[in-house]
């Protein structure tokens, strides 16, 4: 079956650390990845686009990486901030090119 | 900056009762999605419009859910009846374009929606 997986746990770290988020997926071959910054009770915002010819793109502090053999998207944050606190999902064109599909995100909290 | 306009932000209602959503998307944008989202979970595609025309519809529970886009700008989401289980936010999204062009989506606030 086809899943997109991202940890469930929240994860917990210290002011100024890097932050790294994974995405997983099977049974999937996207053109492109998406991250989106979810902040609660709000709807997602777009951070970053990655496309399957791409190894690595950046935006200021934030750096994704797409291994399409390992079928893995990481998502970094450096030098993190409280204010990085939310959950950041990411997302799959799949269904032959037509169709943006979610993982069940990951909650990041940045502590002082 | 443009905004995708949903309203209303919040609704309370009693099982078996009609529910609609309203979506209005970037001025320009010929693709609106809508989503449901489920606390805790991602979100998940109801219905995906090009313009006026349905090109995804297959995750929408079609005895009770309906969607249109009459004149491919503003687009509503109706539920009848609702259930205990359609507790969750509807968002609505819209990009410029769909297909394998589909770049960022530009999601709306959502609409809360609470089945007693």
């Known amino acids: 079956s086809q899943k997109i997986e991202q940890n469930s746990e929240a994860l917990n770290i210290q002011e100024g650390k890097t932050a790294t988020l994974t995405c997983n997926y099977t049974?999937?071959?996207?053109?492109?990845l998406q991250w989106y910054r979810q902040d609660p009770g709000r709807g997602p915002v777009f951070l970053l686009l990655?496309?399957?010819?791409?190894k690595e793109k950046r935006k200021e502090r934030l750096k994704v990486t797409f291994d399409t053999t390992l079928k893995q998207s990481l998502f970094h944050i450096t030098a993190s901030q409280p204010a990085d606190s939310a959950t950041y999902l990411c997302?799959?064109?799949?269904?032959?090119?037509?169709?943006?599909?979610f993982g069940t995100g990951t909650q990041l909290k940045v502590e002082l | 900056e443009a905004e995708v306009a949903q309203s209303p932000r919040y609704k309370i209602t009693e099982k078996s009762q009609a529910v609609a959503f309203w979506c209005d998307p970037i001025?320009?944008?010929?693709?609106l999605y809508w989503y449901r989202q489920i606390l805790g979970q991602g979100p998940e595609l109801l219905v995906q419009?090009?313009?006026?025309?349905?090109?995804?519809d297959s995750q929408l529970p079609k005895d009770r859910f309906s969607a249109e886009r009459l004149k491919g700008v503003d687009s509503t989401l109706k539920i009848q009846p609702a259930e205990l289980g359609d507790s969750a936010m509807y968002l609505c999204?819209?990009?410029?374009?769909?297909?394998?062009?589909?770049?960022?989506?530009?999601f709306g606030e959502g609409s809360r929606l609470t089945v007693l």
């Open positions: 001025s320009g944008h010929a693709t």
């Open positions: 419009f090009q313009d006026e025309s349905v090109v995804d």
């Open positions: 990655i496309r399957e010819n791409e």
């Open positions: 999204a819209s990009s410029h374009s769909g297909g394998a062009d589909t770049g960022e989506l530009f």
């Open positions: 049974n999937y071959s996207p053109a492109y």
């Open positions: 997302a799959l064109l799949t269904g032959g090119g037509n169709k943006l599909t």
